[in-house]
Nanobody, 121 residues
Framework: VQLQASGGGLVQAGGSLRLSCAASGLTFRSYVMGWFRQAPGKEREFVAAISWGGGNTQYAASVKGRFTISRDNAKNTVYLQMNSLKPEDTAVYFC???????????????WGQGTLVTVSS
C-alpha cells in the first residue's frame, strides 16, 4: 500500500493550501481516508477523515470550519483544502487509511509519507 501525499509548502498566515494524497495497492473505496499532522516537538494528532462514499466527515476542533476533506474514488485520491492557515498549523501532514472511521481517526491501518506545511506569521 502506498499513500503519496503532495501539496505542502510555505504559505503566509491567512493563506490557503490544498494537499493531495494518491493511494495505490488498496481498494480505495473500501477505506476511510484521513489526515494526521505532527508539529515540531509534538505528538501526531488527528486532523480530518472522510467515509467511503464521502457522506460522513470528521474534523479536529482546531481545524473545523477552516479545513475541508474530500475524496475522488475514481482517481483514488483524497484532498485536504486548508484555508485561513495559522502559524500553529505548521506541521508535517500525513495521509492515512483505515477500515473504519474509528480506525482512521485513532489508529489508522496505513500511513503515507508526510508533506511539510509551514505557515509564516
Amino acid at each position: 500500500v502506498q499513500l503519496q501525499a503532495s501539496g505542502g509548502g510555505l504559505v503566509q498566515a491567512g493563506g490557503s493550501l490544498r494537499l493531495s494524497c494518491a493511494a495505490s495497492g488498496l481498494t480505495f473505496r473500501s477505506y476511510v481516508m484521513g489526515w494526521f499532522r505532527q508539529a515540531p516537538g509534538k505528538e501526531r494528532e488527528f486532523v480530518a477523515a472522510i467515509s467511503w462514499g464521502g457522506g460522513n466527515t470528521q474534523y479536529a476542533a482546531s481545524v473545523k470550519g477552516r479545513f475541508t476533506i474530500s475524496r475522488d474514488n475514481a482517481k483514488n485520491t483524497v484532498y485536504l483544502q486548508m484555508n485561513s492557515l495559522k502559524p500553529e498549523d505548521t506541521a508535517v501532514y500525513f495521509c492515512v487509511a483505515g477500515q473504519s472511521m474509528v480506525a482512521a481517526t485513532t489508529y489508522p491501518d496505513y500511513w503515507g509519507q508526510g508533506t511539510l506545511v509551514t505557515v509564516s506569521s
